[in-house]
C-alpha cells in the first residue's frame, strides 16, 4: 500500500455460484463503488462489473464462478486520495479525514495539540490529540481523545490546518 492509499473496502465470503461477493465497508461513501470502477487491492487491480448496495453484494470483472472469486476471500481495497475527493461529495460542513488528520486543534488562543488521527467508536468519531508540548511539561498527558461533536467542535478549517474547538481544555485536563 502506497503512502497516501486508503483502505475502503475488505472482501468478504462468495455469495451463490456466479462469482458474487460480500464487500465489507470501512468507508461512508459506499456510492464510490459503481459498474466500472477499478480499485486497487492485495491482489493488483481489481474492476467492478455490478454491485448490490442494498445487499452490501459485488462482483469483479475475471472472477465470474464461486472458485475464481473464492481467490478474493480477504482481500483489502484500497482508493487514493485524488479519487476520493473525485468519486465522493461532501456536505457543507463535512471534512475528509485525511483532511483533518494533522490538523492543530485551537481553543479560544491556545493550541492544544495535533489531530494524529481519527477514531470511530460505535457511532462517533474521536480525533486523537497529540498534545502541545506546553501542556505536555506541566503534566498533562501526550495523547487526549475529543469528541467529533458539535459540542465541542465550532468549525474546521482544513484549508488553515485549524479545527476550533470549546471546552477541549477540560477535556485534557481530564484525561
Not at 50 to 67: A, L, P
Not at 106 to 129: C, F, H, K, P, W
Not at 145 to 166: N, S
Request: proline share 2%; with cysteine; net charge negative.
Amino acid at each position: 500500500m502506497k503512502k497516501n492509499q486508503f483502505l475502503i473496502a475488505q472482501i468478504g465470503r462468495t455469495v451463490g455460484l456466479y462469482g458474487d461477493l460480500k464487500l465489507h465497508l470501512f468507508t461512508d461513501f459506499p456510492e464510490q463503488f459503481q459498474k466500472g470502477m477499478t480499485f486497487q487491492s492485495s491482489r493488483g487491480d481489481l474492476t467492478i462489473a455490478s454491485v448490490d448496495h442494498k445487499r452490501g453484494i459485488v462482483h469483479f470483472v475475471g472472477y465470474e464462478d464461486m472458485d475464481h472469486a473464492k481467490k478474493l476471500t480477504n482481500v483489502k481495497i484500497y482508493t487514493s486520495e485524488e479519487a476520493t475527493k473525485e468519486n465522493c461529495h461532501l456536505e457543507e460542513g463535512e471534512h475528509f479525514w485525511f483532511d483533518i488528520i494533522g490538523c492543530s486543534i485551537q481553543e479560544n488562543d491556545t493550541i492544544l495539540g495535533v489531530v494524529s488521527e481519527i477514531q470511530r467508536m460505535a457511532d462517533v468519531d474521536y480525533l486523537a490529540i497529540d498534545t502541545d508540548e506546553v501542556f505536555v511539561k506541566r503534566g498533562l498527558p501526550k495523547h487526549f481523545l475529543l469528541p467529533y461533536i458539535p459540542r465541542y467542535i465550532i468549525k474546521a478549517d482544513t484549508g488553515a490546518k485549524t479545527i476550533y474547538v470549546q471546552d477541549a481544555k477540560d477535556i485534557l485536563e481530564a484525561s
